[in-house]
């Protein structure tokens, strides 16, 4: 298993259990600790945020018992880290902190190389290393000297932009937490997106509160909206859906939108929809937008919420021959049962398979189904 994350951890948490000799490779939830803004809090609810192991016993609830952390809603991210640390803890030594450099096929299954050059070989391998190289920069701000523009989960400093000026792109979870942060630490921010209205999650309170029809309505998990939150619950039924109208499920269920704890904290907070950076350069110290109105911003800064784009070519550690040979709808494995794609022994789990088994896979809540049915399959298919 490559990437120790949520998914990374789950799955070997079950294959463990199931006696299925797994290894887990990479640092225990690298990417929350590392490449979220500091401060952020989880937009999925507490009952969304658990990872999985096969007993139920590994819950967000049973660590802040452990540890005697008070359990907070919504969940900050100083306390996800830590309770994915904990979890760690029950792979032992079936997690190696080492990084997989590059794997190759081989006759018998598949040849990996550490970070300290060692090699080890395997029969299968499972990819579960998220979203982190997929960011999207689109191309008018690609000439910006890299101290000049970032991207949202580009690293947690927020502070230190305190006394700047910054422009926030984009209108989802990610560009309008950002910039409810960047605020509060004294930057003077500026929201820009292309949409022309914010959306705001649970605009629709009253549907939450209908007893048994909210229920018939939406899963625990809260993705997506009424109805569709219900159907990407199951992501074996959603995986069987024409994938054109998957397609659409899967970008309804996502599409921009910040929490219900946002708009509060964004009050004294200049955002300007409906415009789009037309041009972006530095005067001097100070980078210039042109928006698509002919109006301009000058700043010293520009974050990027813009989100990803999932390319499994963007991998560096799968070889161009070998992601070339992975059957692709645009950029996502083509997997079925088991998420096998179409290179025998190599699995992917979490965002990557998201176009094949639906929207629940960007999540953690994910993290159940994916381990159940990877171990369902390892468990009938152990070579
Ligand atoms: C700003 C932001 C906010 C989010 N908020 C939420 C939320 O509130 N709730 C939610 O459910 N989801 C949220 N998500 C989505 C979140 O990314 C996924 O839910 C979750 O991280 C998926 O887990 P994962 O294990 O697939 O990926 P990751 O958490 O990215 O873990 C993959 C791991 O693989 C490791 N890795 C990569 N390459 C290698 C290698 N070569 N060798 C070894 N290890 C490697 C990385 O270090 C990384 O730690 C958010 C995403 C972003 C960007």
Redesign the pocket.
């Known amino acids: 298993m490559?990437?120790?994350?949520?998914?990374?951890?789950s799955a070997g948490a079950h294959l463990k259990a199931k006696g299925i000799g797994a290894r887990v490779?990479?640092?225990?939830?690298?990417?929350?600790?590392k490449?979220?803004?500091e401060g952020?809090?989880?937009?999925?609810p507490r009952v969304?945020?658990n990872l999985s192991d096969p007993s139920g016993a590994f819950t967000l609830e049973a660590y802040e018992s452990a540890s005697k952390t008070a359990p907070s809603a919504?969940?900050p991210l100083d306390t996800f880290v830590e309770y994915g640390r904990w979890f760690r803890h029950q792979l032992g030594s079936d997690l190696d902190e080492?990084?997989?450099?590059r794997f190759n096929r081989e006759e018998q299954g598949f040849r990996l190389m550490l970070?300290d050059g060692e090699e080890v070989r395997a029969r299968r391998v499972v990819i579960?290393?998220?979203?982190?190289p997929f960011r999207k920069k689109p191309s008018v701000f690609q000439n910006l000297p890299s101290e000049h523009v970032t991207h949202?989960?580009e690293g947690r400093g927020i502070r230190k932009f305190a006394g700047k000026r910054v422009a926030v792109i984009g209108a989802g979870?990610?560009a309008l937490?950002s910039a409810a942060l960047l605020h509060e630490s004294n930057a003077d921010v500026d929201v820009i997106a292309r949409q022309p209205h914010i959306n705001w999650i649970g605009q629709h309170s009253w549907l939450h509160h209908l007893g048994p029809i909210s229920t018939m309505l939406y899963s625990s998990h809260d993705v997506g909206p009424a109805g569709i939150s219900r159907l990407v619950a199951y992501p074996k039924i959603t995986s069987l859906i024409p994938l054109g109208l998957r397609d659409k499920v899967r970008t309804r269920a996502v599409r921009p939108a910040g929490a219900r704890w946002l708009p509060e904290r964004l009050r004294n907070v200049k955002i300007t929809v409906g415009r789009g950076v037309a041009d972006a350069r530095m005067v001097g110290d100070e980078v210039v937008l042109r928006l698509d109105d002919g109006g301009e911003r000058h700043v010293d800064h520009v974050l990027l919420g813009t989100g990803?784009q999932v390319d499994i070519a963007k991998?560096?550690?799968l070889p161009t021959e070998l992601a070339r040979s992975i059957q692709q709808l645009d950029g996502y494995p083509k997997l079925s049962s088991g998420f096998c794609c179409s290179v025998p022994g190599l699995h992917f789990?979490?965002?990557t398979a998201a176009r094949s088994f639906g929207p629940l896979l960007?999540?953690?809540?994910?993290?159940e189904f994916a381990s159940r049915e990877l171990t369902s399959y390892l468990s009938k298919y152990p070579s």
């Open positions: 490559i990437g120790a994350g949520p998914y990374g951890l490779f990479g640092e225990p939830m690298e990417f929350w600790a490449k979220m803004p952020m809090l989880l937009r999925s969304a945020s919504p969940v080492r990084t997989v450099l970070g579960a290393t998220g979203i982190g949202c989960y979870q990610s937490e990803y991998y560096d550690f789990i979490g965002a960007y999540f953690v809540a994910g993290t």
